[in-house]
């Protein structure tokens, strides 16, 4: 966590805070340098001194979140608020509490940070969905996580990228050195390699020599044919920083930088335009196609603290940065972009409503959509940032730190796809409401159900490893059930047309289609139960209705015996009926034989004409 906030940090002096006096010069200079562990040192030292503890407590709150302190930057943040609240430090301790999983007391704070700063876009955000918590963690599971073996516990580890070749980059601070990070107390980060295998399993990491300074070199992307890559790196390494004043401390900026591959090494590098010794330029992604390169930068003109930008590429020329807007951006922290094959743009923010800490989402650019929480097993109380996809194996990689260190994971996409339902009335084409539609699995288990919109519309979100069928049912329609197409991931469209029952009711008769009978027989038959069940849903709704069952047989054999046979039909029928649940006091039946066939065909009648032959009539019986 310590090294992906170095990789967020604004690398910039900011105005000097009010409370400021030659007491704290010490511990500003350390702190205005970046170097938390030893500022902590000394505000501790002054934490005593009742005339600057708010501003004290606030330093020492910023400082130890730096670190990834928690515990303390929640304490520190509770005393800057009880003599001189402000709105940033309700924020930034609700955001501390988040990442401790205290989310009603996070919501206390923002409460008060909502009445200080009722226009901000982040206070808009909480009104319009405080307890969103249960919402995230009830989402549809996007991915399976696993830990990967490359991993190095007391090390931080991140930046995973796979290339199409099966080699996976990231960045690790695993190399032991002298010289170390001034603000984190820990190693730089070095640009690493593993060798992805049939089998999944990874190789030994090897460090990626010929990109590696003194200083932070990382996190990198990958052309998708495995020959270019942009990659981060710290300012010094290149000599372009800035001095302090009555300070022996450089600050540099994080620039991103090309590189070729040339038999089997990474060489000509170059840093891109883009570079600023004014603000950070960091965390490159490659769109599939070469042209776009998304970053992330506290440059002019964002939303924030820091942005996600992109530019066009077109060989060795470079377009001006363009910020992706505030379906992406807020006034929070956003970065680590990975564009998609799909143009899908997955980054982390602390900005957007998370479980805590930095969370990782998704925006479809294509289509201009908002940004999503990938929900539950992604994002955790802790820091979920570094997500990354390679369409061609179907798996990805992000990084946590909810184990204490930041570490790398598998995750493992689920195939899902959506079923988009519309239902309308067959004669009409009018949309139905609250129409009741169930989806059912491979064996006709209920899965959920859900009612149509007003414009007869309802989705399912679905696994593509079983098959599907959708019930609907609507009083005064016939129940239909359809089933749905397989996917690999790709939204399934129904339209259904229900027919109106009452289209089936005439003055004389209920017209349903034929019951059949097979030859010789009186049981009722799977289709003919499907028939029956519509007679069944309109005697419920019209239960002063009695019907008389009339059945006919086909005109082989003898007269006598056809009779018979179709009495059996008949009571057949009505059996079926009452064991549905209509009143038998409702119910009669007549054999009628082979004596008023359908079609008039003796003695040479095909089976097609038999069949016709052999059916049921429901007539309405009147009082």
């Keep these: 966590m310590k090294n992906i906030i170095s990789l ?10 009010l409370g400021q006096n030659k007491k704290t010069e010490k511990a500003d200079k350390l702190y205005n340098s970046y170097q938390y562990v030893d500022a902590i040192e000394e505000y501790l030292k002054l934490s005593g001194d009742k005339g600057i ?5 606030t330093q020492l709150a910023d400082s130890y979140y730096n670190i990834y302190n928690i515990e303390e930057a929640a304490k520190w943040y509770k005393t800057a608020l009880e003599k001189q609240p402000s709105a940033e430090t309700y924020y930034k301790y609700a955001q501390v509490l988040k990442s401790q999983g205290k989310y009603k007391l996070a919501n206390k704070q923002m409460d008060e940070f909502a009445k200080l700063l009722p226009d901000d876009e982040r206070a808009k955000n909480y009104l319009k969905n405080p307890n969103y918590i249960p919402q995230l963690v009830e989402k549809d599971k996007l991915f399976n996580i696993e830990e990967t073996s490359i991993n190095d516990d007391k090390q931080s580890d991140f930046g995973a990228v796979l290339s199409n070749d099966n080699i996976l980059y990231f960045v690790s601070t695993r190399k032991s050195s002298k010289k170390q990070d001034l603000w984190t107390k820990q190693s730089y980060l070095d640009i690493y390699k ?6 999944g399993t990874l190789s030994t990491p090897e460090e990626v020599a010929e990109l590696n300074t003194m200083y932070h070199d990382g996190p ?14 710290d300012g010094h390494s290149m000599g372009t920083y800035k001095k302090i004043k009555n300070n022996k401390v450089k600050l540099a900026q994080q620039g991103i930088y090309r590189a070729t591959l040339i038999d089997g090494k990474w060489e000509n590098i170059t840093a891109l335009p883009i570079n600023s010794n ?3 330029v960091s965390h490159p992604s490659l769109s599939p196609d070469g042209k776009t390169l998304y970053f992330a930068s506290n440059m002019p003109g964002g939303q924030g603290d820091t942005d996600i930008w992109k530019i066009s590429i077109d060989g060795s020329n470079y377009g001006k940065p363009v910020n992706l807007g505030d379906n992406v951006n807020t006034s929070g922290k956003e970065g680590f972009p990975f564009i998609a094959e799909d143009d899908i743009l997955y980054f982390a923010s602390s900005g957007r409503q998370g479980f805590g800490g930095f969370d990782i989402f998704k925006c479809d650019l294509k289509n201009n959509t908002k940004a999503e929480n990938l929900g539950n097993g992604i994002n955790t109380k802790s820091d979920d940032f570094s997500f990354s996809v390679n369409s061609l194996n179907k798996i990805g990689y992000f990084s946590s730190n909810r184990s204490g260190s930041d570490n790398i994971y598998l995750a493992i996409p689920i195939c899902q796809f959506e079923t988009l339902i519309t239902v309308k009335d067959r004669i009409t084409n009018a949309f139905v409401k609250n129409a009741e539609i169930t989806i059912l699995d491979s064996q006709n288990r209920e899965i959920a159900t859900q009612k149509s919109d007003k414009n007869g519309k309802t989705d399912f979100n679905v696994s593509c490893e079983d098959s599907y069928s ?3 049912s609507k009083k005064g329609y016939n129940d239909i059930i359809i089933p749905v197409e397989e996917s690999e991931g790709n939204d399934v469209t129904i339209n259904v047309d229900l027919e109106p029952i009452n289209e089936i009711i005439t003055e004389r008769e209920v017209k349903l289609n034929n019951i059949y009978f097979a030859f010789n027989k009186s049981n009722i038959t799977q289709q003919g139960a499907l028939e029956l069940d519509k007679l069944v849903k309109i005697m419920k709704d019209y239960p002063e209705m009695k019907i008389l069952v009339r059945s006919h047989t086909d005109t082989k054999g003898a007269v006598d015996y056809n009779k018979k046979l179709s009495e059996r039909r008949a009571e057949s029928t009505v059996q079926y009926l009452i064991s549905k649940g209509v009143d038998k006091s409702r119910l009669s039946s007549e054999g009628v034989g082979s004596n008023e066939p359908l079609v008039k065909c ?3 009648c095909t089976d097609s004409q038999d069949a016709k032959n052999r059916r049921s009539e429901f007539l309405i019986k009147k009082n």
Aim: with cysteine; charged share 20%.
């Design 602 to 604: 003796t003695p040479n």
């Design 8 to 17: 967020f940090c604004l690398l910039l002096i900011t105005s000097i805070s």
């Design 278 to 280: 004014d603000y950070t």
């Design 220 to 233: 990198l992307t990958i052309s998708k044919d495995g020959k270019t890559m942009y990659f981060s790196r």
């Design 470 to 472: 959708i019930s609907v």
């Design 53 to 57: 503890s708010t501003y004290i407590s």
């Design 194 to 199: 593993s060798i992805r295998n049939e089998d």
